[in-house]
């Protein structure tokens, strides 16, 4: 069974996932900054993970606008075939949005929202770490480029949506999961609750 997501919802996600790629995030939050300020700029002790962004995780000179180049939007509606085939080809985009391989293999401390994927003992033992709230449950994935999957060394006492931060080491490996594509994975060395700051 194909899940057929509404056009606008899509696009959403895929502007999101544009927004990453061409400019740095705002200060304040924001959908694709939704926790607020600027995480990579600090400098990294020696033996300590590096603070990174959601935006470090995309390359610079991928485009998912692309595909709607020269298009006018406004003339579709969801049942328009046109409208389906542009779905499939936006999904597809972000199915298998390019991640940055130079952070493969950096120790990393990120923050983002918890979307379980397997719990036991009333501990999540597998998530998907993403950027805003309620991506993958109340509204499309992101962009796989901008989806990890965590697999705790230790089971963690948190529910879908909490806001944690992860730190381990980051792989480019790509997960399909039934809540989406993660382009990164991380065997997370903690969980820890969010706290507003990298301390």
């Not at 304040?28 to 600090?42: H, I, R």
């Not at 923050?111 to 805003?132: M, Q």
Request: aromatic residues 6%; contains cysteine.
């Amino acid at each position: 069974m194909t899940l057929r997501l509404p056009l606008s919802f899509l696009l959403a996600v895929v502007i999101a996932g544009s927004a990453l790629a061409a400019e740095p995030s705002p200060s304040a939050t924001s959908p694709t900054n939704p926790l607020g300020g600027k995480a990579g700029s600090e400098k990294v002790a020696p033996g300590q993970p590096r603070v990174i962004s959601w935006e470090e995780l995309v390359p610079k000179d991928w485009d998912p606008m692309k595909e709607l180049k020269g298009m006018d939007l406004s003339k579709l509606d969801d049942s328009d075939p046109r409208a389906n085939e542009l779905l499939m080809k936006l999904q597809d985009v972000s199915n298998n949005a390019p991640t940055n391989t130079a952070m493969n293999g950096v120790e990393v401390k990120i923050p983002g929202f918890i979307v379980p994927l397997e719990e036991n003992k009333g501990e999540v033992t597998e998530f998907l770490l993403v950027p805003y709230f309620g991506a993958c449950i109340h509204t499309p994935p992101p962009p796989a480029n901008q989806i990890l999957h965590v697999r705790p060394k230790q089971g963690a006492k948190f529910r879908a949506m909490d806001t944690v931060w992860v730190t381990g080491k980051l792989q480019t490996l790509r997960n399909d999961s039934m809540m989406g594509v993660s382009g990164y994975h991380i065997t997370a060395d903690s969980v820890t609750k969010y706290t507003g700051g990298a301390k």
